[in-house]
């Protein structure tokens, strides 16, 4: 049987933008407060990327080249680029396709992935297994979302939790133990549509009438997903560790996505696991989508050690969620 090449994670970058929504700004647009909105989602701001010539592919090329600059090498080395969103700059072409274009990676082909706030758990394995095929030698995975795009800020509901960001990481053949060890993904038809965008697919086409009822924006029944995503996480997070035999003091780090603090409470209480090893940067950046869990990995890249045991873990409309073992391997 031939070799499997464990894919390691070595480098990561990011992009944010520079306007700040704080929940005060959020005061003046409906009817809410900055206390009952960190009281129930742990976040004080969020950024928004305000120019209308920029989308998501902007934000995904400037994090592809921070994590190509921190690496030394040049875009023309890649050889795959995997993008996750669920706000392409078009329907088609795939917004993994206007990165690729940007950062003039000329050798790359290049694909979306679409599941919601676990589009880059499910990029990062999907892009793995490119490198652990021998198919590839360098793949960028990228998660970005201009979630801007698709608010309602008349809808309190919704316009507080999200945020425009994006994250990248380069993937590599590991030289030693390091790398993705294993992930576990799940999915669950969400017949009810929970957590959807009513319009603008070949369902719902866009058309006056759509766009008049807001149908183009994100819909939540907050309370269903919530008991999902809660229930969820903190599931696939023990269901790995079993799998391997961890326990808490076997972990470094929990690096969940960023959708809710209580979430993100509950998960590191069923994996008994401390706070001060559970990565967060949501009351920062507030819910940036398939942006979280690589912006929580560019913020501690400085805090951390090579060999170190990871545990990402999402949960996303669709519904989906799952969780990936890993042990870092940056230097």
Same mark, same amino acid.
């Given at each position: 049987?031939?070799?499997?090449?464990?894919?390691?994670?070595?480098?990561?970058?990011?992009?944010?933008?520079?306007?700040?929504?704080?929940?005060?700004?959020?005061?003046?647009?409906?009817?809410?407060?900055?206390? =009952?909105?960190?009281?129930?989602?742990?976040?004080? @701001?969020?950024?928004?990327?305000?120019?209308?010539?920029?989308?998501?592919?902007?934000?995904?090329?400037?994090?592809? #080249?921070?994590?190509?600059? @921190?690496?030394?090498?040049?875009?023309?080395?890649?050889?795959?680029?995997?993008?996750?969103?669920?706000?392409?700059?078009?329907?088609?072409?795939?917004?993994?396709?206007?990165?690729?274009?940007?950062?003039?990676?000329?050798?790359?082909?290049?694909?979306? /992935?679409?599941?919601? $706030?676990?589009?880059?758990?499910?990029?990062?394995?999907?892009?793995?297994?490119?490198?652990?095929?021998?198919?590839? @030698?360098?793949?960028?995975?990228?998660?970005?979302?201009?979630?801007?795009?698709? /608010? !309602?800020?008349?809808? #309190?509901?919704?316009?507080?939790?999200?945020?425009?960001?994006?994250?990248?990481?380069?993937?590599?053949?590991?030289?030693?133990?390091?790398?993705?060890?294993?992930?576990?993904?799940?999915?669950?038809?969400?017949?009810?549509?929970?957590?959807?965008?009513?319009?603008?697919?070949?369902?719902?086409?866009?058309?006056?009438?759509?766009?008049?009822?807001?149908?183009?924006?994100?819909?939540?029944?907050?309370?269903?997903?919530?008991?999902?995503?809660?229930?969820?996480?903190?599931?696939? $997070?023990?269901?790995?560790? @079993?799998?391997?035999?961890?326990?808490?003091?076997?972990? !470094? =780090?929990? /690096?969940?996505?960023?959708?809710?603090?209580?979430?993100?409470?509950?998960?590191?209480? #069923?994996?008994?696991?401390?706070?001060?090893?559970?990565?967060?940067?949501?009351?920062?950046?507030?819910?940036?989508?398939?942006?979280?869990?690589?912006?929580?990995?560019?913020?501690?890249?400085?805090?951390?050690?090579?060999?170190?045991?990871?545990?990402?873990?999402?949960?996303?409309?669709?519904?989906? =969620?799952?969780?990936?073992?890993?042990?870092?391997?940056?230097?």
């Amino acid at each position: 049987m031939a070799e499997i090449n464990r894919a390691v994670i070595t480098s990561v970058g990011h992009y944010l933008p520079e306007h700040r929504l704080t929940n005060e700004d959020l005061e003046q647009m409906v009817e809410t407060n900055d206390e =009952w909105i960190r009281k129930r989602t742990g976040i004080k @701001e969020r950024r928004i990327l305000k120019d209308d010539d920029k989308a998501t592919s902007f934000m995904g090329a400037e994090a592809a #080249r921070e994590a190509l600059n @921190e690496r030394g090498i040049s875009a023309d080395e890649i050889d795959t680029i995997v993008v996750a969103t669920v706000t392409p700059d078009y329907l088609f072409p795939a917004t993994a396709c206007m990165v690729q274009e940007k950062i003039g990676a000329s050798n790359a082909y290049a694909f979306d /992935v679409s599941a919601a $706030c676990s589009g880059f758990l499910y990029a990062l394995t999907t892009g793995a297994g490119f490198i652990e095929s021998g198919r590839a @030698e360098k793949v960028l995975v990228i998660g970005s979302d201009k979630m801007s795009s698709i /608010v !309602d800020y008349t809808d #309190r509901s919704t316009c507080i939790l999200f945020g425009d960001g994006a994250g990248a990481v380069l993937l590599e053949a590991s030289e030693d133990e390091t790398g993705i060890i294993d992930y576990i993904h799940h999915t669950e038809g969400d017949t009810d549509l929970a957590l959807y965008q009513p319009a603008g697919g070949s369902l719902n086409p866009a058309s006056e009438q759509t766009v008049a009822d807001g149908l183009h924006y994100a819909k939540q029944d907050g309370r269903k997903v919530f008991k999902k995503a809660t229930v969820g996480m903190a599931d696939v $997070c023990e269901e790995i560790m @079993e799998e391997h035999q961890l326990t808490a003091d076997d972990i !470094d =780090w929990l /690096v969940p996505h960023q959708a809710n603090k209580r979430i993100i409470d509950v998960t590191a209480n #069923r994996i008994n696991l401390d706070e001060d090893k559970v990565m967060i940067n949501i009351d920062r950046y507030g819910n940036t989508t398939a942006g979280t869990i690589p912006l929580c990995l560019y913020d501690w890249k400085e805090e951390l050690s090579h060999g170190d045991k990871l545990i990402l873990a999402a949960f996303g409309g669709g519904y989906t =969620w799952g969780s990936i073992y890993l042990k870092w391997g940056i230097k």
